[in-house]
């Protein structure tokens, strides 16, 4: 047994006990990589390229330049920041009204990072790869609060900068929508995915909307569209992180 | 390879038994004892090639030729295998969005995958997406909880599946995930969700009792664990009867090493996971002795697929 103790210490270093959907992989068990394989499996290599090669043709188109790395996080990351502010801007001229703010599911973001660099429309594809619609619901002030305080018990979600609000207790607090204070008894116009929209993950208060308005487009298309727009105006993709979503001890 | 790291470990578990103290596979040579080696592979979520250089977190890792290579190799090594996955090896990349899983099927196929469950991303482009694939898998489908009934997958989905490898008979059910609320409901139409853990139990009890299989295995997508009641590896593990593995998905966990509950029964089950995205393939060694047809946990391991290590 005493040969034991060691391993076991290792696996009690490397255990981790709550899932990272997204973290790096751990170091438990054996590594293999090229070298040790010593075997190449052809036909699955050949199988591969016949659909890669038709692929990077279409997703390895550059966009635009991403000037720093973003990541997916709780209460508040940049790449959540970067795809509501992007989004928000997206629709600043395709919509007549005039939208409050965009809210996003954190599980709706399909990577972990976005490195800086040539955002490719493959990259695009990876952080939002479902057949999710842009949706704008408009929803009563009081299930705003509910929706808010659901976030907070959440620990956060992604959010447009027209947004702030702060997490206290599990509760939302000092909200303000575009530098005014939260009010309870108005309407408000939120920019989201169907998704979100039908009160799926953890939005129930959206399920109270007094209405929907369908944009008949895919986020992902969205997206695509709008950062192609912007590389060709030269223009850098900046985000960060800058309090909007903030959790009080 | 000086700093390959090797943790495997040598401690036995015994199925429906105690936990052993280490035992080196020789000392079984003498008895008659069969290995079986269950692969298995979780989330894969249409990783088809590994993560680009410039991912943060993972890059280089994983990619469905050098998992096919290394299947290869363990092939050559072991006599007996069976090749298993939890679910969501759809959706992800690029590669689902434009084939709709076709690519991941074929690459499954040529792996030699014998059984799989399914995932609620499986049901991204609809039953219909599904169902439009399924001809390419050359492995079968289990789920003992959803009611396919009048949809396109009635008949095509079985609740069970048994295998045969040298002397052991293995039976593999399959449990899915409450699809309402994380499916959108066109996707999964007149599919129906029931009860895991009285499904599983009635489908283990069948495999073990009737059909006396040595090994019953659940493939499951109902998550490792949660801090909430709801259903997941961990009750269904704590709650059963006649399932001696679970091998589970969803939460994308790793486990550095497998986690072994008490069933109702005060016998061992145990729990496995190996992350997402083909990061890892899991593999775990049971000796089967024909003597007194027990079953032990020898050894596992979960394979880290790194290009760059």
């Given at each position: 047994m005493k040969k034991l103790i060691p391993i076991l210490l290792l696996f009690a270093f490397t255990q981790c006990h709550t899932p990272k959907p997204y973290g790096k992989a751990e170091l438990g068990g054996i590594r293999i990589n090229k070298d040790s394989l010593k075997i190449s499996d052809e036909k699955t290599h050949v199988l591969i390229q016949i659909y890669k090669v038709k692929l990077d043709s279409l997703m390895g188109e550059v966009l635009c330049f991403n000037e720093q790395d973003l990541s997916k996080q709780l209460p508040e990351g940049s790449l959540g920041n970067m795809l509501c502010d992007e989004l928000m801007l997206y629709v600043k001229d395709k919509v007549e009204k005039k939208i409050d703010f965009c809210l996003y599911n954190h599980g709706g973001i399909r990577i972990g990072s976005l490195s800086k660099g040539n955002i490719t429309v493959g990259k695009i594809y990876e952080l939002a790869p479902f057949d999710n619609y842009l949706e704008v619901v408009e929803l009563d002030g009081k299930s705003c609060k509910k929706l808010f305080d659901l976030i907070a018990q959440n620990g956060g979600a992604p959010c447009s900068k027209e947004l702030r609000m702060k997490i206290q207790n599990n509760q939302a607090s000092d909200i303000f929508i575009n530098q005014q204070a939260f009010d309870e008894n108005r309407n408000y116009l939120i920019l989201t995915n169907d998704y979100v929209a039908a009160g799926g993950d953890k939005t129930e208060p959206m399920k109270n909307a007094i209405n929907r308005y369908k944009i008949n487009v895919f986020v992902r298309d969205a997206m695509i569209q709008h950062l192609r727009d912007k590389g060709k105006r030269k223009e850098a993709l900046k985000a960060m992180v800058d309090g909007r979503m903030e959790i009080i001890k | 390879m000086s700093s390959r790291k090797d943790f495997i470990k040598q401690s036995s578990i015994l199925l429906g038994g105690a936990v052993l103290a280490s035992t080196p596979f020789y000392s079984f040579a003498a008895t008659k004892s069969t290995k079986i080696s269950i692969l298995h592979t979780n989330d894969w979520h249409s990783r088809i090639e590994p993560f680009d250089k410039n991912d943060r977190n993972n890059a280089g890792m994983g990619g469905a030729e050098y998992r096919a290579a290394l299947i290869k190799k363990i092939r050559q090594e072991e006599e007996h295998i069976l090749l298993l996955d939890a679910g969501d090896i759809f959706q992800g990349t690029p590669y689902f969005n434009f084939y709709g899983g076709e690519l991941e099927y074929k690459l499954m196929t040529e792996m030699g995958y014998d059984c799989v469950t399914l995932g609620n991303h499986d049901f991204d482009n609809g039953i219909n997406g599904l169902v439009k694939q399924m001809p390419l898998a050359g492995f079968d489908f289990v789920n003992c909880n959803y009611s396919f009934d009048d949809t396109e997958l009635e008949g095509k989905i079985q609740p069970y599946k048994i295998y045969h490898k040298g002397p052991i008979r293995i039976g593999i059910l399959g449990v899915g995930i409450e699809l309402n609320g994380l499916v959108p409901e066109k996707l999964y139409g007149n599919i129906l969700y029931n009860n895991p853990i009285e499904n599983a139990n009635k489908t283990a009890a069948y495999l073990k009792e009737k059909k006396k299989c040595d090994l019953v295995i659940c493939l499951s997508?109902?998550?490792?664990?949660?801090?909430?009641?709801?259903?997941s590896d961990e009750t269904l593990a704590k709650q059963?009867?006649?399932?001696?593995?679970i091998l589970g998905g969803h939460t994308h966990t790793f486990l550095s090493e497998p986690i072994i509950y008490k069933n109702v029964d005060n016998k061992n089950v145990i729990v496995n996971q190996v992350g997402w995205a083909g990061l890892k393939l899991g593999k775990l060694d049971f000796i089967f002795n024909a003597v007194n047809n027990q079953l032990t946990l020898q050894k596992h391991q979960a394979i880290h697929i790194d290009l760059f290590a």
């Amino acid at each position: 047994m005493k040969k034991l103790i060691p391993i076991l210490l290792l696996f009690a270093f490397t255990q981790c006990h709550t899932p990272k959907p997204y973290g790096k992989a751990e170091l438990g068990g054996i590594r293999i990589n090229k070298d040790s394989l010593k075997i190449s499996d052809e036909k699955t290599h050949v199988l591969i390229q016949i659909y890669k090669v038709k692929l990077d043709s279409l997703m390895g188109e550059v966009l635009c330049f991403n000037e720093q790395d973003l990541s997916k996080q709780l209460p508040e990351g940049s790449l959540g920041n970067m795809l509501c502010d992007e989004l928000m801007l997206y629709v600043k001229d395709k919509v007549e009204k005039k939208i409050d703010f965009c809210l996003y599911n954190h599980g709706g973001i399909r990577i972990g990072s976005l490195s800086k660099g040539n955002i490719t429309v493959g990259k695009i594809y990876e952080l939002a790869p479902f057949d999710n619609y842009l949706e704008v619901v408009e929803l009563d002030g009081k299930s705003c609060k509910k929706l808010f305080d659901l976030i907070a018990q959440n620990g956060g979600a992604p959010c447009s900068k027209e947004l702030r609000m702060k997490i206290q207790n599990n509760q939302a607090s000092d909200i303000f929508i575009n530098q005014q204070a939260f009010d309870e008894n108005r309407n408000y116009l939120i920019l989201t995915n169907d998704y979100v929209a039908a009160g799926g993950d953890k939005t129930e208060p959206m399920k109270n909307a007094i209405n929907r308005y369908k944009i008949n487009v895919f986020v992902r298309d969205a997206m695509i569209q709008h950062l192609r727009d912007k590389g060709k105006r030269k223009e850098a993709l900046k985000a960060m992180v800058d309090g909007r979503m903030e959790i009080i001890k | 390879m000086s700093s390959r790291k090797d943790f495997i470990k040598q401690s036995s578990i015994l199925l429906g038994g105690a936990v052993l103290a280490s035992t080196p596979f020789y000392s079984f040579a003498a008895t008659k004892s069969t290995k079986i080696s269950i692969l298995h592979t979780n989330d894969w979520h249409s990783r088809i090639e590994p993560f680009d250089k410039n991912d943060r977190n993972n890059a280089g890792m994983g990619g469905a030729e050098y998992r096919a290579a290394l299947i290869k190799k363990i092939r050559q090594e072991e006599e007996h295998i069976l090749l298993l996955d939890a679910g969501d090896i759809f959706q992800g990349t690029p590669y689902f969005n434009f084939y709709g899983g076709e690519l991941e099927y074929k690459l499954m196929t040529e792996m030699g995958y014998d059984c799989v469950t399914l995932g609620n991303h499986d049901f991204d482009n609809g039953i219909n997406g599904l169902v439009k694939q399924m001809p390419l898998a050359g492995f079968d489908f289990v789920n003992c909880n959803y009611s396919f009934d009048d949809t396109e997958l009635e008949g095509k989905i079985q609740p069970y599946k048994i295998y045969h490898k040298g002397p052991i008979r293995i039976g593999i059910l399959g449990v899915g995930i409450e699809l309402n609320g994380l499916v959108p409901e066109k996707l999964y139409g007149n599919i129906l969700y029931n009860n895991p853990i009285e499904n599983a139990n009635k489908t283990a009890a069948y495999l073990k009792e009737k059909k006396k299989c040595d090994l019953v295995i659940c493939l499951s997508h109902l998550g490792n664990k949660y801090s909430g009641d709801k259903v997941s590896d961990e009750t269904l593990a704590k709650q059963s009867k006649n399932i001696d593995l679970i091998l589970g998905g969803h939460t994308h966990t790793f486990l550095s090493e497998p986690i072994i509950y008490k069933n109702v029964d005060n016998k061992n089950v145990i729990v496995n996971q190996v992350g997402w995205a083909g990061l890892k393939l899991g593999k775990l060694d049971f000796i089967f002795n024909a003597v007194n047809n027990q079953l032990t946990l020898q050894k596992h391991q979960a394979i880290h697929i790194d290009l760059f290590a």
